[in-house]
Antibody, heavy 117, light 107 residues
């Protein structure tokens, strides 16, 4: 069974940093692209970043470029999102998702990031 | 970047109704288009990929159609468990864009 479990969310002050993790199991993690997607409270889904299976290719939404870094450790079956220079508007639930057929298929349950002073 | 315009933003329907949701892309591209269902407090669930392919395990009352710039999700006979929010997402040039969502409510 495919499982994705996010962790690392919490309360951080504006300008601070946070690293999200996504532990994957039930599939050959290193062979799949992965995504981070965010959802503001009561709002829609917003794609944040993707990474290829071997980590050689990444891309970011404009809102994340220069501040967030996606990475993965295939030996640990874990996806990461390093979030720096956090802003109040980064407050959201962050989901990790596996990619299949060029689109997210399985999703984790999300981790809440709150940026507030 | 491609913009996805999803309509309607909400709709009220009864059990047994046929429901149609549309996503329009600001420019034509590949058919890397998916549809997702999300219930409150839960993760999204993929229903359709490649614009028309039904995800394994998803009931056949869900179907996708379209190509180029206009895509449609149809629920042929709405069931009580289908009341949720639906999103489209399209991939183009290693960027993914979601529609704004359609909330399907009970009439």
């Amino acid at each position: 069974e495919v499982q994705l479990v996010e962790s690392g969310g919490g309360l951080v002050q504006p300008g601070g940093s946070l690293r999200l993790s996504c532990a994957a199991s039930g599939f050959a993690f290193s062979t799949y692209w992965m995504h981070w997607v965010r959802q503001d409270a009561g709002k829609g889904l917003v794609w944040v970043s993707f990474i290829s299976g071997d980590g050689s290719a990444t891309n970011y939404a404009d809102s994340a470029k220069g501040r967030f870094t996606i990475s993965r450790d295939n030996a640990k079956n874990t996806l990461y999102l390093q979030m720096n220079s956090l802003r109040v508007e980064d407050t959201a639930v962050y989901f990790c998702a596996r990619d299949k057929n060029w689109l997210p298929d399985y999703w984790g349950q999300g981790t809440l990031v709150t940026v507030s002073s | 970047d491609i913009q996805m315009t999803q309509s309607p933003s909400s709709l009220s329907a009864s059990v047994g109704d046929r429901v149609t949701i549309t996503c329009r892309a600001s420019q034509g591209s590949r058919n890397d288009l998916g549809w997702y269902q999300q219930k409150p407090g839960k993760a999204p669930k993929r229903l359709i990929y490649d614009a028309t392919s039904l995800q394994s395990g998803v009931p056949s009352r869900f179907s996708g159609s379209g190509s180029g710039t206009e895509f449609t999700l149809t629920i042929s006979s709405l069931q009580p468990e289908d009341f949720a929010t639906y999103y489209c997402v399209q991939h183009n040039s290693y960027l993914w864009t979601f529609g704004q969502g359609t909330k399907v409510e009970i009439k």
